[in-house]
């Protein structure tokens, strides 16, 4: 049986593989904020993102994200760009999910959100 901790990180490492194979470049993996975590800090022609990265049967939109997840993102997109000394405009916030069923992965969904 594949424990949902091992689905979640199969599905990190493949949106990572899709980032790099689109040429971002991997700055940071789960980089923690207190308690917040960003799964996957990545840039591309200068443009920095922070991506959520969400594993899941059949679900491919922001709904698998609760209110409080976005609030919780909001959060820690906020102490990023402080941390940082970057404007929130300056970084974006994106969702990736990936379904995953019957031993196979599949990236579904690539959305700009917060």
Not at 1 to 20: P, S
Not at 55 to 81: G, K, M, P, Y
């Amino acid at each position: 049986m594949v424990w949902t901790a091992d689905i979640g990180r199969r599905g990190e490492e493949i949106a990572a593989r899709f980032l790099c194979n689109r040429g971002w470049q991997i700055k940071a993996r789960n980089y923690r904020l207190g308690k917040k975590e960003i799964d996957i800090i990545a840039e591309k022609n200068g443009q920095i993102s922070l991506f959520e990265i969400k594993t899941r049967h059949n679900q491919t939109d922001r709904a698998v994200i609760s209110r409080r997840q976005q609030h919780n993102l909001r959060q820690a997109h906020l102490e990023f760009c402080e941390q940082n000394k970057l404007t929130p405009v300056q970084v974006d916030y994106r969702l990736i999910v990936i379904n995953y069923d019957h031993g196979w992965a599949k990236l579904t969904c690539c959305l700009n959100f917060l």
